[in-house]
């Protein structure tokens, strides 16, 4: 049985930082790439940050990069987002994810329109939320 337990959220002031952390298990987590999603307050499921399997090669999505960084340790099965500088517009429920396939390359990562409702096997997520 797949599971992905998120943790980390909490409430913090612009600027700040949290470290969320994703506990896999039920699948061999060193041949997927991992992905953090999330879901603001009445917007869809956007993908922030997308990892290979190595660890070797890391994506951003534009309004993170520079702020965030995703590292794994796949001896754990754990996934990581280090958020710094965390701004408003961070707000979110934070979820891990691990479809097959891949979707990333040199620049980018690119899914097809309507690619996270699609997909079913998340966790609970984590809330983050950023606020005075």
């Known amino acids: 049985q797949v599971q992905l337990v998120e943790s980390g959220g909490g409430v913090v002031q612009p600027g700040g930082s949290l470290r969320l952390s994703c506990v896999t298990s039920?699948?061999?987590?060193?041949?997927?790439?991992m992905y953090w999603v999330r879901q603001a307050p009445g917007k869809g499921l956007e993908w922030v940050s997308a990892i290979d399997r190595d660890g070797d090669r890391e994506y951003y999505r534009n309004s993170v990069k520079g702020r965030f960084t995703i590292s794994r340790d796949n001896a754990k099965s754990t996934l990581y987002l280090q958020m710094d500088t965390l701004d408003f517009e961070d707000t979110a429920v934070y979820y891990c994810a691990h479809p097959p396939g891949l979707y990333c390359s040199g620049d980018g990562c690119r899914f097809p329109d309507g690619f996270w409702e699609k997909y079913s096997s998340w966790g609970q997520g984590t809330q983050v939320t950023v606020s005075f």
């Open positions: 039920g699948f061999t987590f060193s041949r997927y790439w």
